[in-house]
C-alpha cells in the first residue's frame, strides 16, 4: 500500500539557519506530491506541487523552495529560515487509481527560535 | 478567487448529540470535497468525501450533503462519542477532477469537542 514517510519527525532551528525537510512515497510511481504548512491552530496551506522529477509549482512566494530530484522524494529546503516559518509541515501525495484523493505523511513539526 | 468559507469554527457537543459542519465554496467548477480529521498533533485523515454526480454519503455516523446550486456541503456526525474531538477540515476541488495536476482548496477547520 501507498505510504508516505517524512524525516526529520520534529526539528528545532535557529533563524537565519538552513532547513532541508523530506519526503519519500513508497507503494507507488510518478505520484503528484504536495507540501503544505500549518500554523499553530491554523489551516492548511499548500506551498508546492510536483507532478514528476524536476517538476516544481510554486503557490506561495516565500523563502522556502522545494526539489524533486528523484521520483518519490520531495525535499523541502530553505536557505535561512524566518520566525514565520514555523509550523507543521505535511508532504500528500494522490491515492493510486484516483486523480485527487490525498492522503498526508506524519508530518515534521518545525520551531524556529 | 477560488474559496471555501468554513463555519463553526468551534463546536462543543454532548456525547450522543448530532454535530453539523457547514462550508461554501466559490468555484462553480469544483467537483470534488473530501473531509478531513486531524486530531492533536497528527496528521489529518480522509474520512469521507462527495462527488457532485450525488447529493449524500454516508459512511456509518458520518454523512456529507452537497447542494451544487447553492455551492454549499455539509458534514453530519450523529451519536457523537469523545473520540470524535478533532478539528475537521472540509476541502473543495479547484475546478474539475483532471488527469494532471489537481489542487485542493481547504477550509479554515472546525475545533469539535465532545463531551461525556
Known amino acids: 500500500s501507498q505510504t508516505i514517510h517524512q524525516w526529520p519527525a520534529t526539528l528545532v532551528q535557529p533563524v537565519g539557519s538552513p532547513l532541508s525537510l523530506e519526503c519519500t512515497v513508497e507503494g507507488t510511481s510518478n505520484p503528484n506530491l504536495y507540501w503544505y504548512r500549518q500554523a499553530a491552530g491554523r489551516g492548511l496551506q499548500l506551498l508546492f506541487y510536483s507532478v514528476g522529477i524536476g517538476q516544481i509549482s510554486s503557490e506561495v512566494p516565500q523563502n522556502l523552495s522545494a526539489s524533486r530530484p528523484q521520483d518519490r522524494q520531495f525535499i523541502l529546503s530553505s536557505k535561512k529560515l524566518l520566525l514565520s516559518d514555523s509550523g507543521f509541515y505535511l508532504c500528500?501525495?494522490?491515492?493510486?487509481?484516483?486523480?485527487?484523493?490525498?492522503?498526508f505523511g506524519p508530518g515534521t513539526r518545525l520551531t524556529v527560535t | 478567487g477560488e474559496n471555501v468559507e468554513q463555519h463553526p469554527s468551534t463546536l462543543s457537543v454532548q456525547e450522543g448529540d448530532s454535530a453539523v459542519i457547514k462550508c461554501t465554496y466559490s468555484?462553480?467548477?469544483?467537483?470534488?470535497f473530501p473531509w478531513y480529521k486531524q486530531e492533536l498533533g497528527k496528521r489529518p485523515q480522509l474520512i469521507i468525501d462527495?462527488?457532485?454526480?450525488?447529493g449524500e454519503k454516508k459512511d456509518q455516523r458520518i454523512a456529507v450533503t452537497l447542494n451544487k446550486t447553492a455551492k454549499h456541503f455539509s458534514l453530519h456526525i450523529t451519536e457523537t462519542q469523545p473520540e470524535d474531538s478533532a478539528v475537521y477540515f472540509c476541502a473543495a476541488l479547484k475546478g474539475k477532477v483532471s488527469g494532471g495536476y489537481n489542487k485542493l482548496i481547504f477550509g479554515a477547520g472546525t475545533r469539535l469537542a465532545v463531551h461525556p
Open positions: 468555484d462553480s467548477a469544483s467537483n470534488y
Open positions: 500528500a501525495g494522490v491515492k493510486d487509481g484516483s486523480f485527487y484523493e490525498q492522503y
Open positions: 462527495i462527488r457532485s454526480n450525488v
